[in-house]
């Protein structure tokens, strides 16, 4: 699934909000998917991540929301335990001020992008039952940090949103997406056309061991397709074109 983003002014409305989740869902893309997750809590003001996991399985969708204990997680524990950054409950979300002492959550909120599946697995590995993360996921919140640390938090392999205008308004629930499927075909042949000094080399293995190849110049891959060789049942070389995230 090989496609651009596209984004639109709209409403911050939970209808666009639910129509984003549904054009954005089967992505399993957690950097596209998690400011318009953080945009509910805009939209719904005072809601939770129980609220939003119930609204999100409501429209049969695999994205899911799990409640870990902070106190399991050694990166966002070591943010909390160094004072550089507090785990406030989503209900307190895009409020001002100094946050009350019920403000802050024992369970940090984790977005799951992957088939529905994967994600009662992956909630499974942390509470006993479906029912018990919906119960925490009550009280869930999500990382703030201190301006002052932020650039060392962002060193460590944190994401955090972008600052500029666009993101800015899908935080806010105010851009709707729109996918456009790539042509494989031109995409390859328009970077050929502005990097004609690029070269088509391997850089990664399928999941089946076979090679992808992709164009790159600097050590900068150019292209979101690349070409999946392999040999068909009978011997013979095949290719196919592949997205590459």
Known sequence: MAFNVKWRDCEPTLENFIKNMKTLDKTYNLGLISPVIMSYFKIEKGKTPLDLEKELRKHNLD?????????????????????????IKLSYFG??????????????????CRPRKNVVEETLQIHDTMEENLTKLKDAGSLGIDSSDADDILESGDIRYKQDNEERLILEGKKLVFLEDIDPVKELKEVQEKYPDAQFVFCKHMSNGTPIYLYVKDNIILSKVGINVYLDEKGKKQQQYVFIP
Do not use: H, R
Not at 95 to 112: C, W
């Open 95 to 112: 409020k001002s001020g100094e946050y009350p002492p019920e403000a802050l959550a024992d369970y940090i909120m984790i977005i799951s």
């Open 63 to 87: 994205t899911g929301l799990i409640a870990k204990p902070v106190s399991d997680d050694p990166y966002y524990s070591k943010i909390v335990n160094e004072g550089k950054g507090k785990i």
